[in-house]
């Protein structure tokens, strides 16, 4: 596809569990982002990748949270030990390179935990 | 630190008739500055962006904004909207000084535009 594509679209999870969320960036995308959307909020940055490298992780609510994009394309969010607050739609981004290049969106994941 | 400011939650419009939408922000550096819209179960969409050079942008779907530095603000209008404009706004901004665009959100203007 064109765009960039995440996986799942909604993922529901009882209150510890572990979740993975996949996000496919544009072919070529340097730069990769995770942001998380809070209900009736907008989107919040979580963390930055160049390439395979994670540059910036400031976002990152805790270390429960953790991100990966190990050959530089696909990268994964996993969240560990869930609970209530995680719940929110999670926005994955990629762009050309690391400068003034538009960020382009997937459609999110929605996660619900119970 | 930054932080951005959409002091409208909602804006009821009619069909054709022009509208504002507002945001403010506060940053120590310098900005660049960004409006996306976001479709209901969808992504983020970037309506346009000011860098440098001419304060008043033009983006798509016949969107402008201005941005105004010494009122550190940055508001969208478009002069005659469609049933189809209904959709969140998000303005944003990201530091110069970062290397990489870490955008800062506001938190969204509902636009709804009815016949």
């Known amino acids: 596809g064109a765009g960039v594509s995440q996986s799942p679209r909604y993922k529901v999870a009882k209150r510890g569990q572990d979740v993975a969320l996949r996000c496919d960036p544009i072919s070529g995308h340097v730069s990769l982002f995770w942001y998380q959307q809070a209900l009736g909020q907008g989107p919040e940055f979580l963390t930055y990748?160049?390439?395979?490298?994670?540059?910036?992780k400031s976002g990152l609510p805790s270390d429960r949270f953790f991100a990966e994009r190990p050959e530089g394309s696909v990268s994964t969010l996993k969240i560990q030990r869930t609970q209530q607050e995680d719940s929110a739609v999670y926005l994955c981004?990629?762009?050309?390179?690391?400068?003034?290049?538009?960020?382009?969106f997937g459609d999110g994941t929605r996660l619900s935990i119970l | 630190a930054q932080s951005v400011t959409q002091l409208d939650s909602q804006v009821p419009v009619f069909e054709e008739a022009p509208v504002e939408l507002r945001c403010n922000y506060s940053s120590s550096v310098s900005v660049y500055l960004f409006w996306y819209v976001q479709y209901p179960n969808q992504g983020l969409q970037l309506l346009l962006k000011y860098l440098s050079g001419s304060t008043l942008v033009k983006g798509i779907n016949g969107f402008e904004a201005e941005f105004n530095k010494s009122q550190t603000s940055f508001h969208l209008r478009k002069p005659s909207v469609h049933i189809s404009d209904t959709a969140e706004y998000f303005c944003a901004v990201t530091p110069m000084n970062t290397g990489f665009q870490k955008l800062v959100f506001g938190t969204g203007t509902r636009l709804l535009v009815s016949p």
């Open positions: 981004a990629s762009s050309l390179d690391s400068g003034h290049q538009p960020q382009h």
């Open positions: 990748f160049q390439n395979e490298a994670q540059l910036d």
